[in-house]
């Protein structure tokens, strides 16, 4: 097994704000974690921590639970991991404000019979089948937002976690059925990424290539080298920026089971 994985600032005077990491538990197989943090606009989030605090603490309590509760589908891990959370910080932080920090989530697991997955919000997560094939793993509700709406801080907070919007792992469990989940039968799978859309603005938004080949490069040049290619292309003066920043924080991990 080869598990490799990177992440940079989007800027390197504020902390990033995403998660990764990855595991091999003791009792066999693995698990990959990527939490894309939700960066608010400026104004009163109600929480007296930040979103670097938030995706640590629920990334954290995602890989242990994830690891150690084999028995519990990903779905209730992500219930679970989301409450711990939210109970870390009820006493001093206002949970019911819209902008409560928030993040996507990608969460794989496998053992020797299968990997079952987990995507909420636009993070991206890769299945490379032994024949070549790749499947691309989405939750595409905010792409379907059009981008004037999301421009506006007041439609968009009315579309976080509501009927018709988006979804994000933020305050409520309840979001974790929200989720797109699924399980694949370990035979069918050589190999897995996940990425924040830092890194997969590679192929989603700078069109450099296909699902495929963005695998490709992550299994040639690592996680290093899908964002160091990212990171040269935003460089370049002739591009217009990558939706609302030129540069974002950018999370990858691949691993060959």
Not at 8 to 19: I, S
Not at 147 to 176: H, I, K, Q
Request: hydrophobic content about 40%; aromatic content about 4%.
């Amino acid at each position: 097994m080869r598990i490799d994985l990177a992440s940079a600032p989007g800027d390197p005077e504020r902390p990033n704000e995403d998660w990764v990491s990855a595991s091999a538990p003791a009792a066999g197989g693995g698990v990959l974690v990527v939490l894309d943090g939700v960066t608010p606009p400026r104004g009163d989030d109600g929480c007296v921590h930040g979103v670097p605090w938030f995706s640590a603490r629920l990334g954290g309590r995602l890989t242990e639970l994830s690891g150690s509760r084999r028995d519990m589908p990903l779905d209730r891990i992500l219930a679970r991991a989301i409450g711990d959370t939210a109970d870390a910080h009820r006493g001093t932080c206002d949970l019911s404000h819209a902008r409560t920090p928030q993040a996507t989530v990608v969460v794989v697991r496998w053992d020797a019979s299968r990997v079952e997955h987990l995507v909420l919000s636009d993070s991206v997560l890769l299945l490379r089948a032994p024949g070549g094939d790749v499947t691309a793993v989405l939750d595409d509700r905010l792409d379907r937002i059009p981008r004037e709406v999301l421009g506006s801080v007041a439609a968009t907070d009315a579309l976080r976690n509501a009927d018709g919007g988006f979804f994000t792992a933020a305050a409520d469990p309840a979001v974790a059925a929200r989720a797109v989940s699924g399980s694949t039968p370990r035979e069918r799978v050589r190999a897995v990424a996940a990425l924040t859309d830092g890194a997969s603005r590679w192929t989603d938004t700078f069109g450099e290539g296909d699902w495929t080949a963005c695998l490709d490069v992550l299994r040639e040049e690592g996680a290093a080298g899908l964002i160091g290619r990212v990171r040269a292309i935003e460089s370049d003066p002739l591009r217009p920026p990558a939706r609302h920043k030129r540069h974002d924080d950018a999370s990858a991990v691949y691993a060959e089971l």
